[in-house]
């Protein structure tokens, strides 16, 4: 979550901008795994420890990465995009696993979001013209800090780097100081053990320096370019690659840049974000939804970004789908939701901007109610979110002990947020931000309006009418169409979206001078004079009132919820005594890519008939299912769907054929239950729809006791 600070602090500064082009061949390891074993025998154990790492599986197992990762490339989750060309870092493609599991998470999200909250959806074009994104902002400000090794020619993103390198030198330390009080216990030189370690891998630091290192890193999203800057100098980081510091830290623009048309005269980009389209529709938003406020659009689709080191499979790539809601509420009254009682009880544990300040990160546990209450999150809307937010992780089964909701410090926060808190979930590769949910004030509406001087504004009656004192523009029509001639319409326009304070400003102009100057976007600088225009502070009575809504926007990563889902859900189990292990993913139903495996005992023509029906039974009800009729074991075919997280299978064999009794197996339990077809089916489709758990089947249903292998 490095991103925001750097673009956010990037606002008010000038850019240079670098283009990165960079590929890199992804390597695949597979792991085989082969085994015969029966269904008691499986419980969770460790893996080998060799390949341990800080992460822990859903069964509290060290995680071991490799056979994770070796997993999501066998089973086909997601796989380098080209890959028979070498792939292109940064891009992936799912495979069926991952876009089931992608289908059924943003069917989640559309009922748990759209459907409950009324939202509108919308779907907008990701081809943007160069002056929408030029008046968001993100033409000159949306950007990271890059820098290069000065031999290697390596393009490395600043914050990454500063990170890393702090990161490996704590990682020494500790190891320093562990080998340390080893050889002391053993009663041997310590400096013969600190010669253990490589290079500056186990070199031990001061406990001020250690101190000052976390300190840096519990703040890394709070620096600028020119701070990450000092911190290489200071701390002398090196590349590990070349042994030298690489080049100050430069900005550099994330969005691609096309062209539309033939001509190449239209410059445009891929969206960076669904945001801008959601912006572009508001007031044709507001009429659909008759006037009302408030009101969200919610808008899911791909967005772009040219990031400079794509890393960590699907956590930073350059193309991905995000979820975005784009929450319009009256700046008026404190941005009250009225949906705020259901949710205030909610604790949430939140990391906020001033504990990061001061350089630590722990997370306080509290009701949301209170939170808002005390200022912690600043209004009722944004906290409705953050609660919203969470249901909906845990719904989808992340693990709620790995979840926190981390505040953006005030350098880190985009200047016109009020309040940014992003969900982070921790994985393997660390904290990782999941979402956002921004409170993007009136930012972006205002901004648009100014430049297109389309008023997206809400007009609400009055029950009193108010009396009102503003400054208003007199247009001398006669003389300033003539004088202005063909750019008439751009003065008039940028005139008429100037601000009550600019206003205030032209008066004193014109009376002190008889002339002002006036920005217009198209033409650049404009004179006018008292004879054209006239700029007066009028009294009159509204029975309307004109505001621009404020936004709030929870703003989703669906790949990065995909492989958070994934790596929280992951664990081994394996035969008692036994070597092997096997990997379960242990989704919740509604979840599985695949809901149920037909297992026939084998390939005899006879069960054809009854698997046929069986599963077009399965289809009518909405249950997604797939057949193994290879000529692997059972148990083989059952490991084959623990990996692919198959919710449940369904075996049919020769006592079917007589009686219409099937099994029904349990993915994480293995246990398995007998019955009639139509009782076995209706079980299915209850514990899909979450009616039911695996416990409730086996208290309505015959328990079933069978080998495995
Ligand atoms: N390069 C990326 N790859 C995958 N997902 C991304 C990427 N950039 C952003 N996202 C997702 O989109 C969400 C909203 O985007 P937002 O602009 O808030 O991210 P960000 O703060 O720029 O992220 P980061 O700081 O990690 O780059 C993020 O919470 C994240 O889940």
Known sequence: ????????????????????????????????????TTRQQYKAVPPKPKMSTDATTLKGQPLDKAAFDALMRRRMFFTPSFEIYGGVSGLFDLGPP???????????????????????????????????????????????????????????????????????????????????????????????????????????LDDALVQEYEEVLAKIDNYDGDQLGELIKKYDLKNPK????????????????????????????????????????????????????????????????????????????????????????????????????????IELPLLDGPTQLAGQTTVKKIAIGKAVQEGIVNNETIGYFLARISLFVEKIGIDMTKIRFRQHMANEMAHYASDCYDLEVKCSAGWVECVGCADRSAYDLAV???????????????????????????IDKKKFGPFFKKNAKLVESALEATTQDHREQIAKALTDTGKFSLDVPEMGKVEVGIDLVKVEQKTRTENIREYTPNVIEPSF???????????????????????????????????????????????NDKFVPFINELSRKLRAAGVSCRVDNSSASIGKRYARNDELGTALAVTVDFQTLQDNTITLRDRDSTRQVRADEDKVVAAIQAVVNGAQTWEDVEKSLPVFTQQES
């Open 98 to 204: 991952g876009a089931a599991l992608q289908s059924n998470l943003i069917d989640t999200w559309k009922k748990h979001f759209i459907i409950e909250e009324n939202m509108l959806e919308v779907d907008c074009t990701v081809l943007t013209p160069h002056v929408v994104l030029k008046t968001s902002g993100h033409v000159d400000k949306f950007a990271d800090w890059m820098c290069k090794d000065p031999k290697t020619g390596d393009i490395l993103r600043a914050d990454h780097f500063v990170e890393d390198v702090l990161e490996s030198r704590l990682k020494g330390d500790k190891e320093a100081r562990g080998l340390e009080t080893q050889a002391t216990a053993q009663d041997k030189d310590p400096k013969r053990a600190k010669k253990k370690g490589k290079g500056e891998v186990a070199v031990k």
């Open 557 to 603: 990563g669906i790949g990065r919820l995909l492989f958070a889902l994934c790596e929280h859900n992951y664990w081994t189990r394996a035969e008692e005594g036994g070597e092997e292990t096997r990997g379960v993913l242990s989704f919740p139903p509604a979840m599985a890519p695949t809901k149920v495996l037909i297992v026939p005992l084998s390939s």
């Open 448 to 474: 648009h309006t100014k430049q297109t001087g389309k008023p997206l504004v809400v007009r609400e009656q009055l029950e009193t009418p108010e009396i009102i004192t503003s400054w208003e523009v007199d």
């Open 1 to 36: 979550m490095h991103i925001h600070l750097y673009r956010s602090s990037l606002w008010s500064k000038g850019l240079q901008v670098f283009p990165v082009v960079s590929t890199c061949p992804l390597t695949t390891s597979i792991l085989r795994r082969t085994f015969t």
């Open 242 to 345: 070349s042994g030298l510091q690489p080049s100050p830290p430069v900005a550099f623009n994330l969005m691609f840049q096309t062209s539309i048309g033939p001509s190449s005269n239209v410059p445009s980009y891929l969206r960076p974000e669904t945001a801008q389209g959601q912006f572009m529709n508001f007031a044709k938003l507001l009429e659909y939804n008759m006037g009302q406020m408030p009101f969200a659009s919610a808008s899911i689709g791909k967005s772009y970004r040219n990031e400079i080191s794509p890393r960590a499979g699907l956590l930073r790539v350059r193309e991905f789908l995000m979820a975005e809601i784009e929450h319009f509420v009256d700046p008026k009254g404190g941005k009250k939701h009225p949906r705020f009682h259901e949710v205030e009880h």
